[in-house]
């Protein structure tokens, strides 16, 4: 539709005219603006409780000068609204940068003019809503059908159909389209009074497709069996203990308690407990820590769609690109906006991110993973003699000043004398991040491998992000118990 | 100004192009949001950012005679789009499956509430270069700090309208403003060179409230009393939770377990539990929309019923009616919606939500609670939250100090509590005349006998 995609045109002569407004006004600007569409469908106890179409469109305008920004989000982008806008945006900017302390200029960058389109096999914007809604069904008749301890299922569809253009002082022009598609799984299964909740979720960008993946298959049939094994699982000892993470809490403590620290925003903003330890050894010599959240890491794990995590270029038109933060224990690089990029003296690395072309771009990580090494998971267990195996992930968090983390496990089974004992709910660990990471002494191999993706939360926005690694074992860690 | 659009004259398209589906259409509902909104942000104690925003969009509900419903939302305000977003929505509708707990959505009402300042005329005119005061003031009070060595911050103010037109005649527009100041303070302990965080937020609608001058204070009291952590060995022990730590460990817990869907799925640990005592004496906690002023108050909410003061748990006793229903969720139970729909913007249908979420102090001075505790803890904040089906509860206390003889002494480091609400809910032995508003949420101090504690110190 011609009217659809007017917000997505930019002819030359409108570029020209916004180049001339800015110069000698300010030193740097982009523009992101957007077309999107998609379906929300919500089934519980197999009854619809949501089916949602939208289409939705939006505009901002991004404006820099001598360490000032000014940012304008608008309602409606028409060619007048944006040349009238663009010189709002440019007081911004200058609003800002006549108040602020920093001083510092935005790193000249190359012009990209490259689009990217995702190679989506099923459209989906060509499959129905009554395809979308007879899977949404399927996985609650599972749920449901699964069990007679089972009380309550919720099953959650989400898809959008994104055309995005990018623009800046530069000369970049980047069109893009994506898709991106979830599904979320939620069960509560009940005995003798208890109630018990299994989770999960699958994330990508990609076509229609990735629902007929093993993962998406069997989500509601894992969410399942988790809420009937927690039935039966006890509330943990508090305690010190060994304790060996699966793959998606070791992504969870490799994100949450390593990776925000390496935020150069929260670098800058002195909330970082890695301030001046760049070239430090701060792990075990066997801890290596990549972000690489380029597209084609799915298809390194054998599967057919790009990871939930990754993109394109950032939305600050930075292509996406790896970095190694953590190289043989030794600190090697931050990840970094335009901006810290350009005030630390680095090469921006892709990680300037935002949720919506209304929320302005921060410093995020993308598809953030522990390097395998050599232990097999049998082996690990079998070398501990009071322990406790975490596996799933219900949430985690760290306060980034001190590095003292907290995360909640979803399932854990204790271990006596290197066997496995009873299931555990609710276990509870944390520690400080720098304590930890030279308290690990197993790293899992390439088959203990895994990433788990989910949506990050920073300074309002939530964004989709993966996370990963092998099972790895730590020892001493602190376990909140209830008894 | 951007364009204006008549959102009358829309809703009137849209619900004219809805007759043409009346043979499978229960009811409609049309709703509009607009927020239109201004910006400061503060990162390492100097002004980073301004922006100014605004967003505007139309959703539609649309609800069969089977009781199905079809949802369509978008921010294209043009009859092209209203057009094409009744009949999406009338698809979705026809796609879903019969719903017999579905009753109808809320009809006409007589008479609304009459709550005051919920509008400020100064934060609609309000320019951006006119709010850097605000925000100038946090950077000069950081700056004079000796132990502060950088700050994160905000001002933020907003005007929103929302109307909502239903098929049933139900036709309500209102206009709410908005102001908020948070602070997020570092410190640093100069010899030891360990550092903390501390924060604090003031939200309100009537911008001559707005109280810089507090707000960094209290950042910068809470980030101090956390430097210098210490580890504990585990032991059993009285807490004192300050306002913010009763908001996190009882009133955020207690909403989310009240939330009439979560119940009526039976997700959560108060389940059964109504009419009953839930904890001691000591608990007594109301959702009130009608308070002059407050953030959470409204005339109406999300569907456009009549907002109220509703007890929830009076003297420890779980209230028979003591849920958060809005009308989907109380026709299902046959009965009145007790007008806590909420939804984030356009483009969500209603769920359900607080309003002001009060446990209601005490008589004591907060001093008092703590002068027969030999050795206890002071929980302010914790990032965990309890289980919510279970009540358990194992979390860090991400800033707490050790209690000695009555006094506040060191910060925590590495320290967990674990409990169960429901236990946890009858130990609450005493609260203070003194109370903190956060946002939506009102507490005083509550004092909570012999509780586990976890110590990392071997």
Redesign the interface.
């Known amino acids: 539709m011609a009217e659809d995609n007017e917000l997505l045109l930019f002819p030359d002569d409108l570029i020209d005219q916004l180049h001339d407004k800015a110069r000698n006004k300010v030193e740097y600007w982009d523009i992101r603006a957007g077309l999107s569409k998609g379906n929300t469908i919500e089934f519980s106890d197999e009854k619809s409780k949501e089916i949602t179409s939208y289409l939705l469109t939006g505009c901002s305008i991004r404006t820099f000068n001598e360490g000032g920004w000014g940012f304008r989000v608008l309602k409606s982008a028409s060619k007048q609204n944006l040349l009238d806008e663009f010189d709002n945006a440019i007081k911004l900017a200058k609003l800002s940068s006549s108040l602020c302390k920093f001083k510092f200029h935005i790193k000249e960058k190359d012009a990209l003019t490259q689009d990217f389109k995702i190679n989506s096999k099923r459209k989906l914007e060509d499959v129905d809503i009554t395809e979308k809604i007879e899977l949404v069904k399927g996985h609650e008749s599972i749920a449901s059908n699964y069990s007679k301890l089972i009380k309550n299922t919720r099953t959650i569809y989400l898809d959008s159909h994104v055309n995005l253009v990018f623009l800046d002082a530069y000369g970049t022009k980047v069109n893009q389209e994506l898709e991106i598609l979830r599904l979320f799984s939620s069960v509560y299964a009940q005995s003798k009074g208890i109630i018990q909740n299994g989770t999960n979720s699958i994330g990508a960008v990609g076509g229609f497709e990735v629902m007929n993946t093993e993962k998406a298959i069997s989500l509601s049939k894992k969410s399942s069996e988790q809420a009937i094994n927690l039935l039966n699982a006890k509330s943990p000892l508090g305690g010190s203990f060994r304790v060996i993470l699966d793959s998606k809490l070791t992504g969870t403590f490799i994100h949450e308690a390593l990776g925000h620290a390496c935020e150069a925003d929260l670098v800058l903003n002195k909330e970082s407990i890695l301030i001046g330890k760049i070239g430090e050894k701060i792990a075990i010599e066997d801890v290596s820590v990549i972000d690489d959240p380029r597209f084609g890491q799915g298809e390194k794990l054998n599967l057919p769609y790009e990871l939930f995590g990754c993109y394109f270029i950032d939305e600050e038109g930075t292509p996406a690109q790896k970095t190694v933060i953590i190289k043989h224990g030794v600190l090697q690089n931050f990840i970094h906006s335009l901006e810290t990029a350009s005030r630390m003296n680095h090469d921006p690395n892709g990680h300037g991110r935002a949720n919506s072309n209304s929320s302005k771009p921060q410093v995020r990580m993308g598809f953030t993973f522990l390097e395998p090494k050599d232990w097999n998971l049998d082996e690990m267990i079998e070398d501990t003699k009071q322990g406790i195996l975490c596996e799933d992930f219900q949430y985690g968090y760290t306060d980034p000043t001190t590095g003292n983390f907290q995360f909640k496990c979803r399932i854990s089974t204790k271990i006596e004398n290197g066997e496995k004992k009873e299931n555990l709910r609710d276990v509870s660990f944390g520690g400080m991040t720098l304590d930890v990471l030279k308290k690990i002494s197993a790293i899992g191999n390439e088959s203990t491998f895994n990433y788990s993706d989910g949506i990050c939360g920073k300074g309002g926005q939530g964004i989709r992000v993966c996370d990963g690694g092998p099972y790895i074992r730590i020892d001493d860690l602190t376990v909140g118990g209830l008894n | 100004m ?2 204006e659009v008549d959102i009358y004259q829309l809703a009137t398209h849209g619900f004219n192009t809805l007759k043409k589906h009346e043979s499978s259409l229960k009811c409609a509902e049309f709703f509009f949001g607009l927020n239109e909104y201004l910006n400061i942000e503060i ?15 139309v959703s539609i509900r649309a609800i069969g005679r089977n009781g ?9 305000l043009n009859k ?2 209203i057009d ?2 009744v009949d ?2 009338i ?3 026809q ?5 017999s707990d579905f009753i109808n959505l809320p009809q006409p009402f007589n008479s609304y509430p009459k709550v005051n300042d919920l509008y400020d005329n100064n934060i609609q005119s309000l320019k ?2 006119d709010s ?1 005061d605000y925000v ?1 003031e946090l950077i000069r009070i950081c700056d004079k700090d000796d132990l502060a ?2 700050q ?1 911050a905000n001002f933020t103010a907003s005007t929103s309208r929302n109307i909502i037109l239903n098929t049933n005649k139900l036709e309500v527009d209102n206009k709410e403003s908005f102001c908020s100041i948070s602070s997020n303070v ?1 410190v ?1 302990d100069k010899i030891k060179g ?4 501390g924060f604090d937020f003031q939200s309100e609608r009537i911008l001559k409230k707005i109280n810089p001058m507090s707000v960094i204070s209290t950042a910068l009291y809470k980030a101090k009393q956390n430097l210098n ?1 210490t580890k504990i060995k ?1 032991m059993r022990a009285p807490i004192i939770l300050t306002p913010n730590g009763v908001i996190s460990l009882i009133l955020k817990p207690i909403a989310s377990a009240i939330n009439a869907e979560s119940f009526q ?3 959560t ?1 108060l ?1 059964d539990k109504r009419n009953e005592m839930i904890g001691s004496d000591q608990i007594s906690i109301s959702d009130n929309a009608l308070i002059d002023g407050a953030v959470g108050s409204a005339i109406f909410d999300a569907e456009g019923v009549p907002c109220q003061n509703k007890k929830i748990i009076e003297n420890g006793k779980f209230l028979d009616r003591g849920l958060l229903h809005n009308s989907y969720t109380a026709g299902k139970e046959g009965i009145e919606s007790s007008g806590n729909a909420s939804r984030h913007s356009y ?1 969500s ?1 209603p769920s359900i939500g607080i309003s002001n979420f009060i446990l209601s102090p005490g008589k004591i001075a907060k001093t008092a609670l703590f002068d027969d505790i030999k050795k206890g803890i002071l929980l302010e904040y914790t ?3 309890p ?1 919510l ?2 009540g ?1 509860f ?3 206390i ?1 800033h707490g100090n050790i209690i000695e003889n009555g006094e506040i002494g060191p910060a925590l ?2 320290t ?5 609400l429901l236990e946890l809910f009858k130990k609450i032995d005493n609260k203070s005349s003194e109370f903190e508003t956060f946002g939506s949420y009102q507490a005083p101090y509550l004092r909570i006998d012999d509780i ?1 504690i ?1 110590g ?1 110190q ?1």
């Open positions: 951007e364009h990162e390492e104690n100097s002004i980073k950012n301004s922006e100014i925003g605004s967003d505007e969009g199905s419903l079809g949802f369509s939302f978008t921010n294209r092209r789009s094409q977003m999406n929505s698809k979705m509708m796609s879903g499956t019969q719903d951006i270069e850097i100038k060595i950088s994160s570092i640093k360990h550092t903390s965080f952590r585990s799925h039976k997700r640990f389940v483009a249908i990032g965990d939250r289980n089906s279970t358990d194992s979390g860090l991400l480091n590495e967990m509590i674990g409990t169960n586990q976890i990392s071997t």
